[in-house]
């Protein structure tokens, strides 16, 4: 286990040395090796860094670190507050070189980036716009330094990316369509000033290369989905690997691994390897567009292989309840959609239990006591007097709406269970009340109607689900009912 030598460092010769950022080099490390195992240890150590300097490049980068361990956590709230303090903190400072302009605005960049996720699955649709709007400011106005070209490429990709991903979650497609080809061609641009042999450059643009694929199968082109959802698999493993492992310079000015957690802002370890379980939910997600159930069922395990392990260790469990992550429940609800479309409704049924467990909802007091029926345990709360309180859960309630939808729908196709079916469904029809995706169609023209299963009515025209914003993304409605999620 790394240990940090904070016990013979104090006053001026610990901040002499904190303000030269070898020590927050050392702290962060820590922190991310064993956010997991020893969260308490972990967060203390960033805390105690803070209680030396609360300003300044440094300060930005250890508030940065605390808000990606609690993103882990589902606590959202806390998470756009230390992503804010981390943008103010970096951008008080005043570069001492180039190399530290370029840190001070991949922090902010992070941040950013960081903090329109937090709003999305929080609720916070028009803070995730502004959010959005800074990720492009710090885009354009940043990494202009020699050398740089790289990061001002990738933090031009990824910050068109998330402003066009909050357009297509308000329900904007025209312009999220607009948004996303301009991500593509930024992505797909070469520079021809530069060496004509570049390596690829697509492990620093995975999430961004998800978010177009994502849009594309809304569009109802799996396809290009499918595409597009290959190549972030592949980004999305380098990245996640690069993670693992931090670079330094050697006498030949050459990147070498040094065996060590990396520390950039723009690498987080469990964000990356999240971004790799998302883009399996998209590869499965455009394989059952096209009722391709084998390969649908083969991605989803790879990805619940992945969320189960990012997922696994004690102490992540026990801060949400003791539970699975909710990461899991999202790649359980499309397992279960994919068993009940296959015929194998026992196993469906034994996900959809787990799933609304995971989310803590309960129809049986959803009417009375809101606040029980979603689970106090997991943030969304209720007054009492039936209006839910949403946004403060560990998922967006269109994923909540959509597991209880799906519940009822296999519900009402199984014998004698008409009543159960219909508390799933009163209380999917309440989460879906506040949810973007009304604005596009009512439930059962989104989710299917509820005797789907038994070869009646129609699938509705679909969602995608986005696991790193624990959201359901709409779809452009059609007049072909679509079979994904």
């Given at each position: 286990?790394?240990?940090l030598?904070?016990?013979?460092?104090?006053?001026?010769k610990?901040?002499?040395?904190?303000s030269?950022g070898?020590v927050?080099?050392?702290?962060i490390a820590y922190?991310?090796?064993?956010?997991k195992?020893?969260?308490?240890?972990?967060i203390d150590i960033l805390?105690?860094g803070?209680g030396f300097?609360?300003?300044?490049?440094?300060a930005?980068?250890?508030?940065?670190?605390?808000?990606e361990i609690?993103a882990?956590?589902?606590?959202w709230?806390?998470v756009s507050?230390?992503?804010?303090q981390?943008?103010?903190?970096?951008?008080?400072?005043?570069?001492?070189?180039?190399a530290?302009a370029?840190?001070m605005?991949?922090?902010?960049l992070?941040?950013?980036?960081?903090?329109?996720r937090?709003?999305?699955?929080q609720h916070?649709?028009?803070?995730?716009?502004?959010?959005a709007?800074q990720?492009?400011?710090?885009a354009?106005?940043?990494?202009?330094a020699?050398?740089?070209?790289?990061?001002?490429?990738?933090?031009?990709v990824?910050?068109?990316?998330i402003?066009?991903l909050?357009?297509?979650?308000?329900c904007?497609?025209?312009t999220?369509?607009?948004?996303?080809?301009?991500?593509m061609?930024?992505a797909d641009?070469?520079?021809?000033r530069?060496s004509?042999n570049?390596?690829?450059?697509?492990?620093?643009?995975?999430?961004?290369?998800?978010?177009v694929?994502?849009f594309?199968?809304?569009?109802?082109?799996?396809s290009?989905?499918?595409?597009l959802?290959?190549?972030?698999?592949?980004?999305?493993?380098?990245?996640?690997?690069?993670?693992?492992?931090?670079?330094k310079t050697?006498n030949n000015d050459?990147?070498?691994?040094d065996?060590?957690?990396s520390?950039?802002?723009?690498?987080?370890?469990?964000?990356?390897?999240e971004?790799?379980?998302?883009c399996r939910?998209?590869?499965?997600q455009?394989a059952?567009?096209?009722?391709d159930w084998?390969?649908?069922?083969n991605?989803?395990?790879?990805?619940?292989?992945?969320?189960?392990?990012?997922?696994s260790?004690?102490n992540?469990a026990s801060?949400i309840?003791?539970?699975?992550?909710p990461?899991?429940a999202?790649?359980?609800?499309?397992?279960a959609?994919?068993?009940?479309r296959t015929?194998?409704?026992t196993?469906?049924?034994?996900l959809?239990?787990?799933?609304?467990?995971i989310?803590?909802?309960?129809?049986?007091?959803?009417?009375s006591?809101?606040?029980?029926?979603?689970g106090?345990g997991?943030g969304i709360s209720?007054s009492?007097?039936g209006?839910l309180?949403?946004?403060?859960?560990p998922?967006h309630?269109?994923?909540?709406?959509?597991?209880?939808?799906?519940?009822a729908q296999l519900l009402?196709a199984l014998?004698?269970?008409?009543?159960e079916a219909?508390?799933?469904?009163?209380?999917?029809?309440?989460?879906?009340?506040?949810?973007p995706?009304r604005r596009?169609l009512?439930?059962?023209?989104v989710?299917g109607?509820l005797?789907?299963?038994q070869g009646?009515?129609d699938?509705g025209?679909?969602i995608?689900l986005?696991?790193?914003?624990r959201r359901?993304?709409?779809?452009?409605?059609?007049?072909?009912?679509v079979?994904g999620?």
């Amino acid at each position: 286990m790394q240990r940090l030598p904070l016990a013979s460092l104090a006053g001026s010769k610990f901040i002499r040395m904190f303000s030269s950022g070898d020590v927050v080099d050392e702290m962060i490390a820590y922190a991310r090796t064993n956010s997991k195992n020893n969260y308490y240890q972990a967060i203390d150590i960033l805390k105690s860094g803070l209680g030396f300097q609360q300003t300044g490049l440094n300060a930005g980068r250890l508030y940065l670190t605390q808000a990606e361990i609690l993103a882990d956590r589902s606590r959202w709230i806390d998470v756009s507050q230390l992503c804010r303090q981390a943008a103010a903190a970096a951008s008080e400072t005043q570069p001492s070189s180039p190399a530290e302009a370029l840190i001070m605005a991949e922090v902010e960049l992070s941040a950013a980036l960081i903090g329109t996720r937090a709003s999305l699955t929080q609720h916070k649709d028009a803070e995730a716009f502004q959010m959005a709007q800074q990720c492009l400011e710090v885009a354009r106005k940043s990494f202009t330094a020699t050398g740089a070209e790289d990061q001002r490429w990738q933090g031009l990709v990824l910050s068109h990316a998330i402003a066009a991903l909050a357009q297509h979650a308000a329900c904007d497609f025209e312009t999220a369509a607009e948004s996303f080809d301009e991500v593509m061609g930024i992505a797909d641009h070469i520079d021809q000033r530069g060496s004509p042999n570049k390596p690829n450059r697509d492990h620093l643009i995975a999430d961004a290369l998800k978010h177009v694929g994502a849009f594309r199968l809304a569009q109802n082109r799996p396809s290009d989905a499918a595409t597009l959802a290959s190549r972030a698999v592949e980004a999305a493993k380098k990245a996640a690997d690069a993670a693992k492992s931090s670079t330094k310079t050697n006498n030949n000015d050459e990147k070498e691994h040094d065996g060590s957690i990396s520390t950039d802002p723009m690498q987080p370890p469990t964000l990356c390897a999240e971004t790799a379980v998302d883009c399996r939910l998209l590869q499965a997600q455009a394989a059952m567009d096209t009722k391709d159930w084998e390969s649908a069922e083969n991605r989803l395990s790879e990805a619940l292989s992945g969320a189960e392990e990012l997922s696994s260790a004690s102490n992540t469990a026990s801060s949400i309840g003791g539970k699975p992550h909710p990461r899991v429940a999202i790649v359980l609800l499309l397992l279960a959609n994919v068993y009940s479309r296959t015929g194998k409704v026992t196993l469906a049924e034994g996900l959809y239990r787990e799933i609304v467990k995971i989310l803590d909802l309960n129809p049986a007091v959803a009417s009375s006591e809101p606040s029980i029926a979603l689970g106090l345990g997991g943030g969304i709360s209720g007054s009492g007097s039936g209006t839910l309180q949403l946004g403060l859960g560990p998922v967006h309630p269109s994923v909540s709406s959509l597991a209880a939808w799906r519940y009822a729908q296999l519900l009402t196709a199984l014998p004698r269970r008409s009543t159960e079916a219909t508390c799933w469904h009163q209380l999917a029809k309440e989460l879906y009340d506040d949810a973007p995706l009304r604005r596009v169609l009512e439930p059962a023209s989104v989710f299917g109607t509820l005797d789907h299963l038994q070869g009646k009515g129609d699938g509705g025209c679909g969602i995608v689900l986005d696991l790193m914003t624990r959201r359901a993304l709409p779809r452009a409605p059609t007049d072909t009912t679509v079979v994904g999620a």
